[in-house]
């Protein structure tokens, strides 16, 4: 699968396409199925099966402070949409510049022009455009009328009847409900990043953690929680907070983890940390003695669920 930054990136071997667009945070069970009709699709017309993602996703360039965490990061979707045996994933910076298309102009210029759509698959509460003035019978109405057909995707129900969605998913992990979010996902719940210096903070209260750098992105994930981390190919058992650790008037999220079974050095290896368990969530404690204490009740509460998990 190729990564395509940009529409000035996209050759002749990648048009005429079936395309899909969408944000696709997490990679739930409702988008697997957008890209199983997309992939039969694309197989009917022996056309590339693309996806059309946006980074930062809309919701985030407009209003970034009450914008929703992000499930995963953008590798992290990236990896997810590479196993579902897509072509390509055209990834379009939201600027300015794209913020000010109209429906007809995105229509136009990026569709029809850029990528001669052949046929278009979108979820059935798409809207596009500047002041998301475009919707699905829109894209119907200007694909008659420029030789592409357009369908929208039935929504994808769970074993509760709710509609599969990234707003569920997010909502399970912020009850701290992982089962929940893995089942509606089809996938564990994982985040992905390089390993950076941080405070020491950790390593002199007597638990050493490997800082997995967010890039500053808001996740949907934050508290303590048991989880495995894979470095090389190998998982370590571990214990992790996400957030922006109160007690020490942190500013920033980070992910720390805390393994027990690696003695190793970390710094500026390619990490992925997969979330097992809900233990807590993240609060101010009354002082690094008390955060102390803390911890071990942590590690604790992480050990037995990874004993109980084996047996």
Excluded at 9 to 17: F, L, V
Excluded at 69 to 91: A, T
Excluded at 110 to 130: A, E, P, S, Y
Excluded at 227 to 252: E, F, M, S, Y
């Amino acid at each position: 699968m190729e990564l395509i930054r940009g529409i000035h990136n996209i050759r002749s071997k990648h048009k005429e396409c079936v395309l899909t667009i969408g944000n696709f945070d997490g990679v739930h069970l409702g988008h697997s199925a957008i890209l199983t009709r997309v992939k039969s699709l694309a197989k009917q017309y022996n056309a590339p099966a693309g996806i059309m993602i946006f980074e930062p996703q809309p919701r985030e360039f407009f209003a970034p402070d009450v914008a929703p965490g992000r499930i995963g990061r953008l590798r992290d979707k990236v990896k997810l949409l590479e196993g579902q045996g897509i072509d390509y994933v055209l990834c379009m910076p939201f600027n300015p510049k794209l913020q000010q298309l109209n429906a007809k102009a995105f229509c136009q210029q990026i569709l029809l022009d850029g990528l001669t759509v052949k046929h278009l698959v979108v979820g059935d509460d798409f809207r596009f455009g500047c002041d998301r003035q475009g919707d699905f019978d829109y894209l119907q109405g200007f694909g008659s009328q420029n030789g592409f057909d357009v369908e929208n995707t039935p929504s994808v129900l769970n074993t509760l009847g709710e509609r599969v969605s990234s707003t569920l998913v997010r909502s399970a992990l912020e009850n701290g409900d992982i089962s929940a979010a893995q089942e509606n996902m089809g996938h564990s719940v994982s985040l992905s990043g390089r390993v950076i210096h941080g405070q020491q903070l950790g390593r002199k209260l007597g638990f050493p953690t490997a800082n997995v750098h967010l890039k500053g992105i808001k996740s949907a994930l934050s508290g303590v929680y048991a989880v495995t981390l894979d470095v090389d190919g190998i998982l370590h058992n571990g214990v992790a907070n996400i957030g922006v650790r109160p007690t020490v008037q942190g500013k920033t999220p980070i992910l720390e983890v805390h393994l027990f079974d690696f003695n190793g050095d970390l710094y500026d290896k390619y990490v992925q940390v997969t979330f097992c368990q809900f233990i807590r969530s993240e609060r101010k404690m009354a002082s690094l003695e008390a955060l102390e204490k803390q911890i071990q009740c942590d590690k604790e509460e992480a050990l037995r669920f990874f004993v109980q998990s084996v047996n």
